[in-house]
């Protein structure tokens, strides 16, 4: 492809495969096609081909290849330059200078713009015939037909003879006979300008992807295996789940996995943007990618190949490069038509000047500008140059923008709601004390409760287990166990029916709750804590306290959002006055608290019918359907699943400045984007009528169309540089 109406073509057709829903984007250079079985993609395939193109399927597993094409522009830039120099200068000289003309200069001009026309500019003509030959029309039309049609005119001139008439330059004045005659430097000229951008835009689009390129490269090609007690190096694609490897000191981590020996510090800058290294010991769970700096570690691996997070993180940003914004399928539309419409203006350009009595020359010279400056690349690369350029980023950040849904929903958000548990807080609830009923026993309590909590994966129930664990205390199995979301859980130990919950949860099973227990969990809920009834066959025994440590970038996060005009909500399943305490810790504006799992998605639904712009942060786990109705929904992702969130924006990264980082940098490359587009629509109206009134000239022509591309991408390509804490 050569330009966004080659993607528009291409697109077009796959869409009318039955079935099929296809994306093509013409800064990755790739489809995306949706409702073709695997087996079908031969004929994907035939589909392009018969559009004039070429294409090749990429399988599970393999690295999409892009086709480098910076070699092949700038060995025809360079032979364009080397000649096009000289020949303006000397064809300008003899054009102002008839006494320096000798006899066949025209002809010597005509042989030295050989080069440069057919072989430098083959590029153009090719993709040109390509179109012509299937009924369509690009860029690429525009600019062959523009280089061709000025090489014809010298030709012909040369053949036929020039007119002995004196003609005028726009800057010059009256410029001497047979002047007029020659538009070769034209053609070299404007060849070598499109050569140009051309190039810069090749490198420039090969610069951002490396952006993203590189998180696939951080993941190692071999791996320490310990087998059988001996240990040896293996290619990681045969390292399986349960293997154990070596880490040594300097070293990449193979994959993710849990450490089963040793300790050491962990960085993880170059794929979650965290700068302080992570200590990890015996039964913490490491990334693949991430560096070993310190100690020797054995890892047992939990994850190989595509279920990694490395490999997750880096699909997922591929797949975000690849989707277009409504802004982008509008942009497409109108360069589908803009060729086209370009090549009609020429002609009433050229109709229009003869008309006029403009003569020959001032007619041929106002519509090849038309040609020459009207080409819309600029506009085919302002949306996806960004996109890839931000994306790269991102990823380098620990931030996963997952398509540009994300930016258009982050220039207008003006509500951050956040859940508490897990986002706000680490999520390692731990037991402050456990409070016996009068008469009771704390052992008692902790022992009931633990038996009910045994098999969830509940933070409180991790924790009530945990503590059991500490301080000596044996739970009974626990027979009928079952949770009640937002409340508790319930189950038989010994025969006798016992509760684990909230005082909801009491109420509904009519268990009464005793004044002094009451106090308890009052005095408990007022200091930020969780309290957890314990009743055995309808009698409360007691209370277990429960807390969940804030997570010390809370606060400073919090300040972030507000200084960036957000207001802030937390959302809790707590009661009101433990979200209080927290919204008071961190500097939270509002607190929405007692909302269970599944209201969340409601709270989201009334800010937004109350006429808010809402972002949810959630971890990502219960907060799934949230996430999805938010207008712009942000995981805090713990674990290592990443790719199946229902977020428009991961976070990786621990510290929760992440949250800041990513509104910014989303917010940055949607105004670059914007910029982008303001640009290319301003510079092609503008240009178009002084083009046809022939205040340019093609020389400035092609010289403007080509900046107009190169500024674009290079406006695109600072955002690889983007400091979104500042």
Same mark, same amino acid.
């Given at each position: ?17 039955p ?5 093509v984007n ?5 489809a995306? /096609?949706l409702g073709l ?8 395939v035939?589909? /392009?081909e018969?559009?004039?193109?070429g ?6 597993g393999e ?9 092949l522009?700038r ?5 364009a330059?080397?000649?096009t120099?000289?020949?303006g200068?000397?064809a300008i000289?003899l054009a102002?200078a008839?006494q ?13 713009s ?5 072989w430098c500019?083959?590029p153009?003509h090719? =993709?040109a015939?390509?179109n012509?030959?299937h009924? &369509? @029309?690009?860029?690429?039309t525009?600019?062959?037909?523009g280089i061709?049609?000025?090489f ?7 053949v ?7 003609g005028y330059?726009l800057?010059y004045?009256?410029?001497?006979a ?7 430097e034209v053609? &070299?000229a404007? @060849? ?5 951008g051309?190039?810069m ?12 390129s ?6 190692p090609t ?10 040896s190096?293996?290619?990681i694609?045969e390292?399986v789940?349960?293997?154990r ?12 996995g849990?450490v089963?020996?040793g300790?050491?510090a962990?960085?993880?800058s ?35 190949g595509?279920?990694t997070?490395?490999?997750q ?5 591929e ?12 942009v497409d539309?109108?360069?589908a038509?803009?060729v086209?419409?370009v090549?009609v203006?020429a002609?009433v350009?050229l109709?229009?000047?003869?008309a006029?009595g403009g003569?020959?020359?001032a007619?041929f010279s106002a ?9 819309p690349?600029a ?5 996806p140059? &960004?996109?890839?350029?931000? /994306?790269?980023?991102?990823?380098q950040?620990?931030?996963?923008i997952k398509?540009?849904?994300a ?6 958000i ?5 859940d508490k ?11 402050r004390?456990?409070?016996? =009923?009068?008469?009771?026993d704390a052992?008692?309590v902790?022992a009931?409760? #633990?038996a009910v909590? #045994?098999?969830?994966?509940?933070p ?5 287990g945990?503590h059991?664990e ?12 079952r949770?009640? !979301? ?17 005082a909801?949860?009491?109420a509904e ?10 106090a308890? /969990?009052?005095?408990?809920e007022?200091?930020g804590?969780?309290?957890?009834l314990?009743?055995?066959d309808a009698?409360v025994?007691g209370t277990?306290?429960? @807390?969940?440590?804030?997570r010390e970038?809370a606060a ?6 507000k200084?960036?005009?957000l207001?802030?909500v937390?959302l809790?399943?707590d009661?009101?006055?433990?979200g ?12 929405i608290a007692?909302?269970?799992?599944t209201e ?8 937004q019918a109350?006429g808010r712009?809402v ?8 907060? =799934? ?9 942000l995981?805090v992702? !713990?674990?290592?699943?990443? =790719?199946?969130k229902?977020?428009?924006i ?5 510290h ?5 980082d ?8 949607l ?21 046809a009134?022939?205040?340019?000239n093609p ?17 695109s390509?600072?955002?690889r540089r ?5």
């Amino acid at each position: 492809m050569t330009c966004a109406a080659c993607a528009a073509r291409i697109e077009k057709r796959l869409g009318k495969m039955p079935g099929v829903t296809a994306t093509v984007n013409y800064a990755t250079e790739r489809a995306v /096609v949706l409702g073709l079985a695997p087996e079908r993609a031969a004929e994907a395939v035939a589909v /392009v081909e018969a559009a004039g193109y070429g294409a090749s399927p990429v399988g599970e597993g393999e690295s999409t290849g892009y086709t480098d094409r910076v070699r092949l522009l700038r060995n025809r830039l360079i032979v364009a330059a080397f000649l096009t120099v000289p020949l303006g200068d000397v064809a300008i000289v003899l054009a102002l200078a008839p006494q320096m003309r000798f006899p066949g200069w025209e002809w010597v001009l005509l042989v030295a713009s050989l080069p440069v026309v057919f072989w430098c500019a083959w590029p153009f003509h090719k =993709a040109a015939w390509r179109n012509l030959r299937h009924g &369509a @029309t690009s860029m690429d039309t525009l600019v062959s037909l523009g280089i061709l049609a000025a090489f014809t005119w010298s030709l012909v001139a040369v053949v036929t003879g020039s007119a002995d008439a004196s003609g005028y330059w726009l800057g010059y004045g009256i410029a001497p006979a047979g002047a007029d005659s020659l538009y070769l430097e034209v053609a &070299a000229a404007v @060849t070598t300008f499109l050569l140009g951008g051309r190039y810069m835009e090749a490198r420039s689009k090969r610069s951002a992807r490396s952006v993203l390129s590189a998180l696939g490269r951080l993941a190692p090609t071999t791996v320490r295996v310990v087998r059988d007690g001996v240990e040896s190096v293996i290619g990681i694609g045969e390292l399986v789940v349960g293997d154990r490897f070596a880490v040594l000191p300097g070293e990449r981590i193979a994959t993710d996995g849990t450490v089963v020996l040793g300790s050491s510090a962990l960085d993880t800058s170059m794929m979650t943007g965290e700068p302080v290294p992570r200590e990890v010991t015996e039964g913490d769970v490491v990334l693949g990618g991430t560096i070993n700096t310190t100690g020797a570690l054995i890892v047992r691996a939990d994850r190989v190949g595509a279920h990694t997070q490395l490999a997750q993180m880096a699909a997922t940003a591929e797949q975000a490069q690849a989707r277009k914004s409504r802004v982008q399928t509008h942009v497409d539309r109108i360069v589908a038509w803009f060729v086209p419409a370009v090549l009609v203006i020429a002609l009433v350009t050229l109709v229009a000047w003869f008309a006029v009595g403009g003569g020959p020359r001032a007619a041929f010279s106002a519509a090849l500008s038309v040609l020459i400056i009207a080409c819309p690349c600029a506009l085919g690369l302002a949306t996806p140059t &960004a996109l890839m350029a931000g /994306v790269g980023r991102g990823g380098q950040l620990g931030i996963l923008i997952k398509g540009p849904d994300a930016l258009e929903a982050s220039g207008v958000i003006d509500t951050v709601v956040l859940d508490k548990t897990g986002t706000l807080t680490s999520g390692e609830m731990g037991v402050r004390e456990v409070v016996p =009923a009068a008469g009771g026993d704390a052992a008692a309590v902790l022992a009931a409760a #633990a038996a009910v909590e #045994a098999r969830s994966e509940h933070p409180i129930a991790r924790a009530i287990g945990r503590h059991a664990e500490q301080v000596g205390v044996d739970a009974a199995p626990a027979d009928g166990v079952r949770a009640v !979301s937002g409340r508790g859980a319930s189950g038989t130990v010994a025969g006798q029916r016992v509760l684990v919950g909230n005082a909801s949860l009491l109420a509904e099973h009519d268990v009464a709750v005793p004044e002094a227990v009451t106090a308890v /969990v009052a005095a408990a809920e007022e200091e930020g804590c969780t309290p957890v009834l314990v009743a055995v066959d309808a009698v409360v025994l007691g209370t277990v306290v429960l @807390t969940d440590r804030l997570r010390e970038s809370a606060a400073e996060a919090i300040a972030r959002l507000k200084a960036l005009g957000l207001r802030t909500v937390l959302l809790t399943g707590d009661n009101a006055s433990a979200g209080e305490a927290v919204a008071h810790a961190v500097g939270v504006d509002e607190v929405i608290a007692g909302v269970l799992p599944t209201e969340k998605t409601a709270v989201i639904e009334r800010l937004q019918a109350e006429g808010r712009v809402v972002a949810m942060v959630g971890d990502g786990i219960n907060d =799934a359907a949230a996430l999805a109705s938010a207008n712009l929904g942000l995981a805090v992702v !713990s674990g290592t699943d990443v =790719a199946m969130k229902s977020a428009d924006i991961i976070l990786v990264r621990r510290h929760l400045g992440v949250i800041g980082d990513a509104i910014v940098l989303a917010r940055r490359t949607l105004r670059t984007i914007r910029g982008n587009l303001v640009w290319a629509f301003a510079y092609n109206v503008a240009a178009i009528p002084l083009a046809a009134l022939g205040l340019l000239n093609p020389l400035i022509a092609g010289f403007a169309m080509s900046l107009s591309s190169v500024f674009v991408v290079s406006n695109s390509t600072r955002l690889r540089r983007a400091d979104p804490s500042r």
